[in-house]
T-cell receptor
């Protein structure tokens, strides 16, 4: 089976940097996704990592270490609109995506 | 044009009833999914279809039956609804199952069983 852990809640200040961690245990690893979900809306894709290292996309970056079963999502220059749930999802070779329980980020002025 | 659409957006019904939720994607994707998100916001996969073939069937009561008439549609039929079925159901699609291609989610169907 798969086990994905991420913090339940985080709080940060507008303009700051926040790092949301995700650890996983799986067999047949085939990539890790980060999704953003605002309250009452559908999840939307943020990033994808399949090789070790950092992927940068504007204010958001995602890092992966396959040997450690570890990823993080880094959000810079936080804005109020970044308040949302952030979901880590692991893909396997069997074609299955398993989502973590999500981290609810609250950005305060 | 909406990429992944679901109907209805809201569904309120009595225990014991049978209901269906429809999903359509116009992205030309091969793979479609159904997820359930409960009140604690946990997103759990239920089913996955690739080109109309069932490839993932999680531990879901057999009261839930997906049907894929073609690769652009994946409908979910639920028999004998129970209180615990109340949740938001999301349909999603991706280009190829298990690949780097991200999933595109529909707007969700909020099901309330009374």
């Amino acid at each position: 089976g798969q086990n994905i852990d991420q913090p339940t809640e985080m709080t940060a200040t507008e303009g700051a940097i926040v790092q949301i961690n995700c650890t996983y245990q799986t067999s047949g690893f085939n990539g890790l996704f980060w999704y953003q979900q605002h309250a009452g809306e559908a999840p939307t894709f943020l990033s994808y990592n399949v090789l070790d290292g950092l992927e940068e996309k504007g204010r958001f970056s995602s890092f992966l270490s396959r040997s450690k079963g570890y990823s993080y999502l880094l959000l810079k220059e936080l804005q109020m609109k970044d308040s949302a749930s952030y979901l880590c999802a692991v893909n396997t070779n069997a074609g299955k995506s398993t989502f973590g329980d999500g981290t609810t980020l609250t950005v305060k002025p | 044009d909406t990429a992944v659409s679901q109907t209805p957006k809201y569904l309120v019904t009595q225990m014991g009833n049978d209901k269906s939720i429809k999903c359509e994607q116009n992205l030309g994707h091969d793979t479609m999914y159904w997820y359930k998100q409960d009140s604690k916001k946990f997103l759990k996969i239920m089913f996955s279809y690739n080109n109309k073939e069932l490839i993932i069937n999680e531990t879901v009561p057999n009261r839930f039956s997906p049907k894929s008439p073609d690769k652009a549609h994946l409908n979910l039929h639920i028999n004998s609804l129970e209180l615990g079925d109340s949740a938001v159901y999301f349909c999603a699609s991706s280009q190829v199952s298990g690949s780097m291609n991200e999933q595109f989610f529909g707007p969700g169907t909020r099901l309330t069983v009374l």
